[in-house]
């Protein structure tokens, strides 16, 4: 596979496990939050999922009111992603 885009895919990991320790969510508690199943979002921010999809990343970046952009190419950390 693509080194840059295995780079790319890690950077998203990153940030989306960033953002779900800044909400003091479990992983279970994030994949209701943002309503994908947790298997899913275990296996993205393990690496057992190499590429996430876009619609996977949507609704990650909307659970937690983060813009998209940013979980698609890091920047600044956002406000969002606290505990509802």
Do not use: H
């Not at 990153?14 to 909400?23: F, N």
């Not at 209701?32 to 190499?50: D, H, M, Q, S, W």
């Not at 698609?72 to 956002?78: A, Q, S, V």
């Amino acid at each position: 596979m693509n080194p840059e885009l295995l780079a790319w895919a890690e950077g998203v990991r990153e940030r989306i496990r960033r953002i779900r320790a800044d909400a003091g969510l479990s992983a279970r508690e994030a994949g209701e939050r943002c309503g994908v199943p947790f298997a899913n979002l275990n296996k993205i921010e393990t690496g057992k999922t190499a590429i996430p999809t876009i619609e996977f990343l949507f609704d990650i970046a909307k659970g937690y009111g983060v813009p998209f952009q940013w979980l698609m190419f890091g920047g600044e950390t956002p406000k969002g992603g606290k505990k509802k």
